[in-house]
């Protein structure tokens, strides 16, 4: 932690079993984006996945404008990149409110809520059945 106290906004981002604490401070000078103490580009290698995990400060036009700490668990690398998403678009949304109504629109704000279903028993897997035999 810095000596000198910045006020943040923080947020959390869900997506199937991944969690996203995200951590967003304003910035003058050009702003960046480390995901578990990785650069961004490196957490996130494809083109695709920097372009999820980023929609948020595209749609708001807030590019450059903060410093953002992500801490990142569970799940796989498409399903962090969105709970990412997710969690930053909460996070400019309570730090700014206006820009909330734009998040809400492009479905920023919205939770993904689909999950692996669970297996149930006398099941293969969650719905599909052992063969069956007539003889």
């Given at each position: 932690m810095?000596?000198?106290?910045?006020?943040?906004?923080?947020?959390?981002?869900?997506?199937?079993?991944?969690?996203?604490?995200v951590?967003?401070?304003?910035?003058?000078?050009?702003?960046?984006?480390?995901?578990?103490?990785?650069?961004?580009?490196?957490?996130?290698?494809?083109?695709?996945?920097?372009?999820?995990a980023?929609?948020?400060?595209?749609?708001?036009?807030?590019?450059?404008?903060?410093?953002?700490?992500?801490?990142?668990?569970?799940?796989?690398?498409?399903?962090?990149?969105?709970?990412?998403?997710?969690?930053?678009?909460?996070?400019?949304?309570?730090?700014?409110?206006?820009?909330?109504?734009?998040?809400?629109?492009?479905?920023?704000?919205?939770?993904?809520?689909?999950?692996?279903?669970?297996?149930?028993?006398?099941?293969?897997?969650?719905?599909?059945?052992p063969?069956?035999?007539?003889?």
């Open positions: 810095s000596a000198t106290k910045e006020k943040y906004t923080q947020s959390v981002g869900r997506r199937k079993t991944s969690v996203a604490r951590r967003i401070t304003p910035t003058q000078s050009k702003g960046g984006i480390t995901v578990n103490d990785r650069p961004f580009e490196d957490y996130f290698p494809t083109t695709e996945l920097q372009k999820t980023g929609e948020p400060l595209v749609v708001s036009e807030m590019e450059g404008a903060f410093v953002i700490t992500a801490l990142i668990t569970g799940g796989g690398i498409h399903s962090q990149a969105e709970a990412l998403s997710h969690g930053l678009a909460r996070a400019i949304s309570t730090f700014k409110e206006e820009l909330r109504p734009t998040l809400k629109k492009a479905k920023l704000l919205t939770r993904d809520a689909r999950a692996k279903e669970r297996r149930k028993f006398g099941l293969k897997k969650a719905r599909k059945s063969q069956w035999s007539k003889r």
